[in-house]
């Protein structure tokens, strides 16, 4: 099975430089002029097709890279995040008695769904909703004006430190090197009906954020990225209180988050090939990049960068669906669950293949259909990217 194939990675792991490679252009790697094409008829369609459900031309809301929005925009997300990490928590503590701040509520939910929105049909539709629900809380709850922006990973991917995302008044770079807790490492997946456990990278780091807002950031749910299953804490809904963790795999940025393989993706002609190159590659790839926390596939939205990494992923999607809004809006491919794999968990989901008009669960009772979370400009959101 290629699950979270890691036999590119263990091949180049021997180029996983413990130093962190930061020469290069600030202004990154110049977007290709085909990528710029099929961007632009993306932004021209959306902009044809406004007018339903009040989303027209002054109301849509507008995602830009993080790298493009400026030192005051770009402080003032920092903050709202942490406006929401000093709020307490919603969801119903015996269903997460970990849960302690409104992030949480959102990895919370994240972790519930992990084996039905992942390696699924679900996938994008339900990580749409989730990316628009957390601006939403950012906005509504904490008095943020502007939208997710996304990490443009292309832009970087040979110098992938050099994206302002990790500079020290933003999210703040890598762990700290711990020589014996940097990988490779095994893990063993939960919830799932198989024994399946993947490899993950060693890379530059390993322990604690050291600089910028989120040193000394403290998160409680999970991990669950461990190698083997702990079954007074199975899925990581219990409190434990710890520090932000990551781990830069920077071969997963150097050798796939590429603008030849990010065209490669949004200039695809169907659907499957899209989606798949999409999951196995950017996806995946983007979350071993940022390794530990925000690679914990149950736990990933820990760490804050989770959100403009998935902004990412919807964009590069939203490009796709842009070039053909009628065709395109509500395709689909894959199983109900992870690879479709039988749940021990949830023996009610069969893992046979979604169809747009399976119920997901977005948490608080929300349970919307997958075409709910497909379209960008109705049915309940408005923003396009630039
Ligand atoms: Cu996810």
Known sequence: MRLYSMVATM???????????CVGNSSGIPKPLEFKELES????????????????????RIRKSWDDIDAAARADYVRAVKCLAAKPATVDKTLAPGAVNRLDDFTYIHINQTNIVHISGSFLSWHRIFVWQMEEALRNECGYKGTIPYWDQARFSQYPTNSKVFDNSSFGGDG?????????????????????????????????VQDGPFANFQISLGPTDRPFIDP?????????????????????????????????????????????????????????????????????????????????????????????????????????TFFGIPLDTAPNVPPSNATIEDIMDLGHGYRPKIKDGMPMTYSGRCYMYE
């Open 232 to 336: 007074t804490n199975k899925f990581g809904y219990e409190p434990n209180p710890r520090c932000l963790k990551r781990n830069f795999d920077y071969p997963s940025s150097t050798d796939f988050m590429t603008w030849e393989n990010a065209i490669k993706i949004v200039g695809a002609s169907d659907f499957v090939t899209f989606y798949w190159n999409m999951e196995n590659t950017w996806h995946v790839k983007s979350h071993q990049f940022l390794g530990k926390d925000g690679l914990d596939l149950f736990t990933s939205p820990n760490d804050p960068i989770f959100y403009l990494l998935h902004s990412q992923i919807d964009r590069l999607w939203a490009i796709w669906q842009g070039q053909n809004l009628e065709e395109r809006t509500f395709a689909i491919t894959g199983n109900r």
């Open 176 to 208: 700290e090197y711990l020589p014996n807790d940097h990988g490779p490492y095994n893990i063993t997946i939960p919830g799932l009906a198989v024994n399946m456990s993947i490899v993950r990278p060693a890379g530059a780091g390993g322990g604690c």
């Open 41 to 60: 008829r993306y932004q021209a369609n959306i902009r044809a097709s406004l007018g339903l459900d009040g989303c027209t031309e002054k109301t849509i």
């Open 11 to 21: 091949a180049s792991m021997a180029q996983v430089a413990l130093s962190t490679p």
